[in-house]
């Protein structure tokens, strides 16, 4: 059974930093896009950033790119998301997922998620 377990959310205030991390167990991490999301209170779920499977190729949303850093650790089954200048918007539960291919940008392409980790930026 595959689980995702995500880690390193929490209180920060605008300006700071956080990292998250997936954990992934039971499956072969290095064949899978890692995908992060987010949703915020009453809205959607959105993409926030990929990496593929190599970690050569990376992939964000324009309202994290430049504040944002998603790496990979394949030996250690893990994804990470570093988190800098973190905005009060930025506020949202975030979600680790796995694809095995298509649109990574398109929630429909994961074929596993975690449970969310909650990340609470005050002003």
């Known amino acids: 059974q595959v689980q995702l377990v995500e880690s390193g959310g929490g209180l920060v205030q605008a300006g700071g930093s956080l990292r998250l991390a997936c954990a992934a167990s039971?499956?072969?991490?290095?064949?899978?896009?890692v995908g992060w999301f987010r949703q915020a209170p009453g809205k959607e779920r959105e993409f926030v950033a990929a990496i593929r499977w190599s970690g050569g190729s990376t992939h964000y949303a324009d309202s994290v790119k430049g504040r944002f850093t998603i790496s990979r650790d394949n030996a250690k089954k893990s994804g990470y998301l570093h988190m800098n200048s973190l905005k009060p918007e930025d506020t949202a539960v975030y979600y680790c997922?796995?694809?095995?291919?298509?649109?990574?940008?398109?929630?429909?392409?994961?074929?596993?998620w975690g449970q969310g980790t909650q990340v609470t930026v005050s002003s």
């Open positions: 039971a499956l072969s991490f290095s064949a899978y896009v």
């Open positions: 997922a796995l694809a095995r291919g298509g649109s990574y940008t398109s929630e429909s392409s994961y074929n596993y």
